[in-house]
């Protein structure tokens, strides 16, 4: 944010990319060693709560990044924003 403040397209950035960040670390097998911090949050998060349910797989035939959707931004508190993304396998 060196200009001023983050655009919108500068903020579906960050979404994209701390997504894409999350498929990668959650489609791999557990106890892989992370390489980041936030990978590391991610891992532990995640290690003990992968989905039984086959429609929630993320990784290979399940859910990958492409089949995410950004449907919209929206503005909690402050600088806090929640992405809404729907999931489209087509």
Known sequence: M????????QLGAVVAANFARFIEVYSSPPFVP???FSE???SQMTRNERSTCADYKIG?????FEHLVLVGLHNVFEDA???DVAVDRR
Do not use: E, H, K, S
Request: one cysteine or more; charged letters at 10%; proline letters at 5%.
């Open 60 to 64: 290979t035939f399940g859910i990958l």
């Open 34 to 36: 992370a390489r980041t």
């Open 81 to 83: 924003w929640q992405a």
């Open 40 to 42: 590391c949050l991610i």
């Open 2 to 9: 060196v200009n001023g403040p983050m655009t919108r397209a």
